[in-house]
């Protein structure tokens, strides 16, 4: 599912780029919206008699997540984290754009089906979806020339 694979790559990020702080806190609120994306869409989803998986009851990163502290500690600002996080930028990007796409769709369906509850679902979560790729788009432009230079 496209909005929980979000927030767990989110996390990831957010704990694997300790060091870099807006990435790490601003990563971690996006993924809060995904996470209620998830949960809502199950929701609705089982209004319309389908079974959708929710959220996690955890959506923490898991057990890796102190290995991930560490190693965020050990590199710190090298040139490699920054490759490291420019990738993971990208990666989150397309998972967001990805996302837009599927919500792109259901709105269209929303739309044919003259569901209003899905209309509201889409009109709520989509700017939120838009939002999550402007923040990676722009960190990539801010990021991108600095690292690629040092390297």
Do not use: F, I, N, S
């Given at each position: 599912m496209g909005e929980h694979d979000l927030e767990r790559d989110l996390l990831a990020v957010a704990e694997r780029h300790r060091a870099e702080?807006?990435?790490?806190?601003?990563?971690r609120?996006?993924?809060?919206?995904s996470h209620e994306h998830t949960a809502r869409l199950a929701a609705t989803g089982r209004r319309h008699g389908l079974d959708l998986p929710g959220p996690p009851d955890d959506p923490g990163p898991g057990a890796l997540a102190a290995l991930r502290e560490k190693t965020a500690g050990?590199?710190?600002?090298?040139?490699t984290t920054g490759l490291l996080l420019l990738h993971d930028l990208r990666d989150l990007h397309l998972a967001a754009a990805r996302n837009s796409l599927h919500?792109?769709?259901?709105?269209?369906?929303?739309q044919a089906l003259r569901d209003e509850e899905l209309l509201d679902l889409v009109g709520s979560c989509h700017p939120q979806t838009l939002r999550q790729m402007r923040w990676t788009n722009t960190l990539i432009k801010a990021q991108a020339a600095q690292i690629l230079t040092s390297v």
């Open positions: 702080h807006e990435v790490h806190h601003v990563a609120d996006l993924a809060r919206w050990a590199l710190g600002r090298r040139p919500w792109e769709m259901l709105a269209q369906a929303a």
